[in-house]
């Protein structure tokens, strides 16, 4: 049943990718491709649907032996950690393809390596075997690499590159982290479950942890190894931009939750006030640096940096509550994000800018883009936190769950919310209000181009007013996670927090 | 001594493989005397079959029941069936891609595949041989040949260069591994054979002494040559320039397998009693490899350097196998080497392919060629990235083999090194992916611009298509289903006398020295 969600992307994009034109025509490939994502999606939904709350295990597992001597074996599963995760993908791939132009050049390569990550990214949530994780964690570094430095903006070279050699870092730390793993522990196979750390000495799994940390840190990404993401998310093209901050980042933090704190409850604890400052200090600094910035694709991108600081916050927390906050932060910036790239994108397609100085007026009903900015305004709002919306309430429960463990960088997060709402208001003043240029005469908006952010705003607006529909996936798979942190650990970290 | 005993003593069975190469090697050279030119056609072919032929013989030699042949001086056992597996078939692509390639350059195809199949029948020889003499007279048979080989193409300034240097150079370490040969043989008492060897000295009691040191740097120093590892790396670079491409297919394959093949056999089981020492001798060689491998690799502008330093740095991964000294260490190895062959041979097969249609090698010249050759740049992405570990590829899976064994051996350090150094080696190898497929149709290099018109039905060109279609296939599905290859690699160890007992003696060898500390 979860293999669909792998191998139908996958082997569609070997299909598009190598089959000549009379197949599937140039021209059909955009069509074709929106089929099969919708496919996936739907079949995600039905996923969804089948999906029993009440169980904080995986379901839906699947197994397969494959490769003994490595201890590799295809082994899936999901549970609430990545049920969400999983339906971001597949919404997000649909909007991907969606609201990519129609005449992209070379559309057979562009369409087969978006549905190839797609089918990755699914595996990789999906997988319950550390290798087999790793595989498809790796798989998504070529395609995103081609794609940025194919059909990016004008540095995407550099971009490219960089994006490259970031990601095949984490992913050689992760891999050595890996292996360590599961040598020390003993075991003879990477599955999940096989992989015990309990029984290593406290220096080793904190080594370990730390691998963790600093690999998934990467892609999350935390502050100092953030420098290749505004190039990545500002040269890659809107629908690019979208896959990348909505659904790759969230393979960094759904990683760090995982496998640091799902398999090193002990030295989570010890490392999480570390963490929790870590990410109040990514959370402040997203933020002021993206008030600095004039451009705003930019903007966007260090919002995101900001936004993922409180994820790491709510982990490092680890209260029930906490938890289930950072899934849903999770979730609700893989939509948000989206939202604005998608308007982004439309915004230059149109205007032909991203300069804050340049943009004007956007509002102006006639000669503007009125939807348009009313939907960034939107966004914006619901980037910054603004209650009715899903980014209040994800952060919100944040907030409320890490308050109790960490007060200050609790506070820090919130002060840094406030200056999301800064950078926000800034964004929107020059873009939106003010007056048009007179010379200014920009294209139709078509219905077509409108519908993902539609489909997004009200996802967006339903999640804000009935937040159950977001909180209660994680719910049971949350606590029952945080079950397995011993509560002598617990006392030493408010113990910590307390002398902070 | 009566017939029946010398007969099993001979054990002649066991080089069936061998007889089959030497038969077709000399047909071909026969019927080229008779035939003369017009027979070009189709003798490629015939070595074809002939190689198929030795490699199907191999397969029913495999868990023979008495592997040793000849009073001792061959072992046929499973690991050197692997090896000569392996080099048989690095043979049978190398000639897939040469007939082309040889005829254009306006040489005789029939010569060329004869002294290829004599370097294909030394390195055979070689991975079996458990003899000093024999050890030295296969390596010899193959070196000759590759120098022939490297000149082979006489009216190019840059292959009599490499042939010139690769002699030199290959001589003078053939004549130190000769000198450390000779040693062994006096320390361990007029011994010749290898398990022989081990005993001797062991009898000798000159365990650990400066002669077996000396003896073991020595011999290093002859096999490092065989399978480049840097510090003893020159040649490669100019040598993978000057020579024709098909050689250096062969050489980056073959030969090297047949170096490593040298490398276990040797080491495991003549020197048991100083496996600290070669172990932590190797340990630099692979770090030197994969550090000078990886760096200067990224300053390259040729093809064919580059991928010189690819398989320096290619070596010094697969070291980590032979230093990790487990069963698992070994059968990575092997499974390395075995993946190895499919990718670096499909990416050897695009390059001759490039050059024959374009006549250039330089990096830069690729830009652009997706719109031209699709094939071509498929399986020239697909064997780089696989070179580099992407998954799924094959060289993902040799690669976490490799590691995975590292680490359970405890080679931390090398391990993370060679991680390190990977993610070096994805930089230079994407750089001509992006070469390939990123630029757009207006960077079109000159070249690429005025490519010819696809044509595989040109003679010659029907030969280098299967093969370019046969190891991209399996660059691409080896890593997936891997599991026959996992088992072959694994049985060959576990079956394999020599590392069983290796293991053993060199448990027992920790001890000795603390027993007896007035031997050193």
Redesign the interface.
């Known amino acids: 049943m979860l293999s669909v969600l792998i191998w139908i992307p996958i082997l569609s994009a070997i299909i598009i990718g190598f089959l000549p034109g009379k197949v599937v025509p140039a021209s059909r490939v955009r069509l074709v491709s929106l089929t099969i994502a919708g496919i996936v999606l739907l079949w995600n939904l039905f996923i969804l649907l089948k999906f029993d709350i009440s169980n904080p295990g995986m379901q839906f597992r699947e197994y397969l032996p ?5 201890g590799l074996s295809y082994q899936l599963g999901v549970d609430g950690l990545s049920i969400l995760m999983l339906i971001l993908n597949s919404l997000l791939t649909w909007i991907a393809i969606y609201s990519s132009d129609k005449d992209t050049h070379r559309p057979r ?1 562009f369409y087969s390596l978006i549905l190839l990550i797609s089918g990755g990214v699914a595996g990789a949530f999906l997988a319950e075997n550390l ?1 087999l994780f ?3 964690y ?2 998504e ?2 395609p995103f ?2 794609l940025i ?2 059909w990016g903006g004008e540095k995407r ?1 550099y971009a ?2 960089k994006f ?2 970031y990601t ?2 984490s ?3 992760i ?2 982290t890996f ?2 793993m599961v ?1 020390l522990t003993g075991s003879t196979s990477f599955a999940f479950d096989a992989v015990s750390t309990q029984t290593l000495s406290a220096g080793l799994q904190f080594i370990l942890l730390v691998g963790i940390i600093l690999g998934f840190g990467i892609k999350i990404p935390l502050v100092p190894f953030h420098t290749w993401l505004p190039d990545a998310y500002v040269e890659a093209s809107a629908p690019i931009a979208i896959l990348l901050g909505g659904v790759l980042a969230k393979l960094g933090t759904y990683g760090l939750l995982r496998f640091g704190m799902g398999m090193f409850p002990e030295a989570w604890s010890v490392v999480a006030p570390t963490l929790a400052i870590w990410g109040a200090i990514s959370a402040i600094y997203g933020a002021v640096i993206a008030i600095a910035q004039k451009d705003i694709k930019r903007m966007v991108a260090y919002s995101s940096i900001g936004h993922m600081g409180y994820v790491l916050l709510a982990s490092a927390s680890s209260t029930a509550l906490a938890l289930v906050g950072a899934v849903s932060q999770m979730f609700s910036h893989g939509l948000i994000l989206a939202i604005l790239f998608h308007l982004v994108g439309i915004v230059e397609a149109k205007v032909g800018t991203r300069e804050l100085d340049k943009l004007n007026g956007l509002m102006s009903p006639i000669r503007g883009l009125p939807l348009i900015s009313a939907l960034l305004v939107l966004s914006g709002m619901a980037s910054a936190g603004i209650p009715g919306l899903t980014g209040f309430i994800a952060e919100f429960i944040v907030f409320q769950g890490s308050f109790s463990v960490f007060p200050l960088p609790t506070l820090l997060c919130v002060a840094s919310s406030g200056l999301t709402a800064v950078y926000f208001v800034i964004l929107l003043n020059r873009t939106c209000f003010g007056k048009l240029d007179n010379l200014a005469y920009y294209p139709k908006v078509v219905w077509a181009e409108k519908i993902p952010a539609l489909v997004l705003a009200s996802l967006i607006i339903f999640l804000g007013i009935q937040p159950n529909w977001l909180v209660r996936w994680s719910e049971n798979t949350t606590t029952a996670m945080i079950a397995t942190i011993p509560p002598i650990e617990k006392t030493i970290v408010s113990q910590v927090a307390l002398k902070q | 001594m009566d017939f029946a005993n010398l007969a099993s003593q001979l054990n002649a069975g066991t080089i069936l493989p061998e007889g089959i190469v030497i038969i077709t090697l000399m047909a071909v050279l026969i019927v080229d005397l008779i035939l003369g030119r017009t027979s070009s056609r189709w003798i490629g072919y015939l070595a074809i079959a002939g190689l198929l032929a030795a490699i199907v013989a191999l397969c029913f030699k495999w868990d023979a029941i008495n592997p040793i042949a000849f009073s001792g001086s061959f072992n046929g056992d499973d690991l050197s069936i692997v090896f000569r597996g392996i080099i048989a078939l690095s043979a049978v692509v190398t000639i897939l891609m040469s007939i082309r390639y040889i005829e254009q350059s306006g040489t005789a195809l029939a010569e060329f595949i004869a002294i290829l199949l004599t370097a294909t029948l030394g390195g055979m020889f070689l991975s079996g041989a458990s003899e000093l003499v024999m050890i030295f007279i296969s390596l010899e048979t193959l070196s000759i040949s590759s120098y022939l080989l490297t000149g082979y193409t006489k009216r190019d300034p840059r292959s009599n260069e490499a042939a010139l240097k690769y002699l030199l150079i290959g001589a003078s370490s053939t004549a130190v591994f000769l000198y450390g040969v000779s040693l062994l043989y006096g320390l361990s008492g007029g011994q010749t054979e290898l398990g022989a060897i081990a005993n001797g000295i062991a009898q000798a009691n000159v365990g650990q002494s400066l002669g077996l040191v000396i003896a073991l740097v020595f011999v290093i120093a002859g096999i490092g040559f065989k399978i480049s590892a840097a510090p003893f790396h020159q040649w490669t670079p100019d040598v993978y320039e000057g020579a024709p491409t098909p050689v250096i297919a062969f050489l980056s394959v073959g030969s090297k397998a047949a170096g490593f093949a040298l490398a276990i056999r040797l080491l495991t089981t003549a020197f048991p009693l100083v496996a600290e020492e070669w172990r932590f001798v190797f340990t630099a060689l692979a770090v030197l490899s994969m550090i000078l491998g990886n760096v200067v690799a990224l300053a390259q502008t040729s093809m064919k350097r580059m991928l010189a330093y690819s398989s320096i740095a290619q070596a010094g991964f697969v070291m980590i196998g032979l230093i990790a000294g487990t069963d698992a260490g070994y059968a990575s190895m092997i499974f390395y080497l075995l993946v190895y062959l499919f990718m670096n041979l499909c990416g050897f097969t695009c390059v001759i392919l490039f050059s024959l249609r374009t006549g250039t090698d330089q990096i830069t010249e690729y830009s652009g060629l997706y719109q031209k050759d699709p094939l071509l740049t498929l399986a020239l992405s697909l064997s780089l990235l696989s070179l580099g570990g992407i998954p799924p590829l094959a060289g993902f899976f040799g690669k976490i083999y490799l590691f995975w064994a590292g680490w359970q051996a405890g080679l931390y350090w090398l391990v993370l090194l060679g991680l390190v150094t990977s993610v070096v080696s994805i930089y230079y190898y994407i750089r001509v992916v992006k070469m390939m497929v990123v630029k757009e149709p207006q960077e079109m290099s000159d070249v690429v611009k005025n490519y010819p018109e696809i044509r595989w039905n040109l003679p010659g060109f029907r030969p280098l298509q299967v093969g370019l279609i046969v190891t991209l296939i399996a660059t691409t599905l080896a890593g997936i289903l891997s599991n026959p290859l996992f088992t072959l690699a694994n049985n060959s160890v576990t079956h394999t006398a020599i590392l069983q007992t290796a293991a053993v003696v060199s448990n027992q060898v920790s001890v000795i020295p603390a027993e007896k500390p007035e031997g050193l």
Do not use: D, K, M
């Open positions: 494959w490769n003994e001597t490595l390569l290798l790793f595989l498809f790796e798989l570094l070529i690499y081609l430095s194919i070279a490219g590159i490259l050699i095949a870092v992913g050689a730390l891999l050595a292996l360590g040598f």
